[in-house]
């Protein structure tokens, strides 16, 4: 990594084997009360390579005819998001800097062959919180740039149990996912990538 935007902290395997092992368990809690479901683009309804579901109070999802946007149950199911698991909030309270909590944490789960185009974080009102970001599985490629998105870029691997804080200066940063590293990880029996995106949404 050569440099990054201010208010970007990159913290490399902030949660160890086991700690993983344990967030799996909790995140295959919620999919079975919030199954994953693939989002369409706005407008277009192009479906995303990556499938999603929620916890929390909110839940971020789109769709063609109303687009992105944070709302309070399941666009499938139509029931509330399950609750954010208790070591999540804990992780948010370490490294967030925020003292209010998070109220969505967006699951996206990438297969082997999916991807994430460059975009900014900015349906939620409040930009002065940070989204602070988990993975587990596979190591990804990731992409970083800065908050208009002809700037610069520079990319580098995200791996099972690193954590991402985009704050601050660095909060409406372009980022994506360039590609995921197939079996570059054991923890997801499956393959794939889990990210994990904690958000305060309103102010
Ligand atoms: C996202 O921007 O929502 C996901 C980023 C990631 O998968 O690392
Ligand atoms: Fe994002």
Not at 52 to 78: A, F, I, S
Not at 178 to 183: E, F, G, L, S, V
């Amino acid at each position: 990594m050569q440099w990054l935007p201010q208010g970007i902290r990159y913290f490399p395997e902030y949660l160890n084997r086991v700690a993983q092992e344990q967030l799996v368990t909790d995140i295959r809690s919620v999919v079975a009360q919030a199954p994953l479901y693939t989002p369409v683009m706005p407008k277009t309804g192009t479906p995303m390579s990556v499938r999603m579901t929620n916890c929390g109070p909110l839940g971020w999802v789109t769709d063609k005819e109303r687009g992105y946007r944070y709302q309070l149950d399941h666009p499938v199911t139509g029931a509330p998001w399950p609750a954010i698991p208790p070591v999540l909030l804990e992780l948010w309270n370490a490294v967030s800097g925020c003292n209010l909590p998070p109220q969505a944490c967006l699951i996206n789960f990438y297969s082997d062959t999916a991807k994430m185009g460059l975009h900014q974080d900015k349906d939620e009102q409040a930009l002065n919180a940070p989204v602070v970001s988990i993975s587990l599985g596979n190591t990804c490629l990731f992409r970083v740039g800065g908050v208009k998105r002809e700037d610069k870029t520079q990319s580098f691997r995200l791996a099972s149990g690193d954590v991402v804080v985009l704050g601050g200066e660095g909060r409406l940063c372009f980022h994506g996912v360039d590609k995921i590293y197939p079996t570059t990880s054991t923890l997801l029996k499956q393959g794939g990538r889990v990210n994990l995106t904690l958000r305060r949404v309103t102010l």
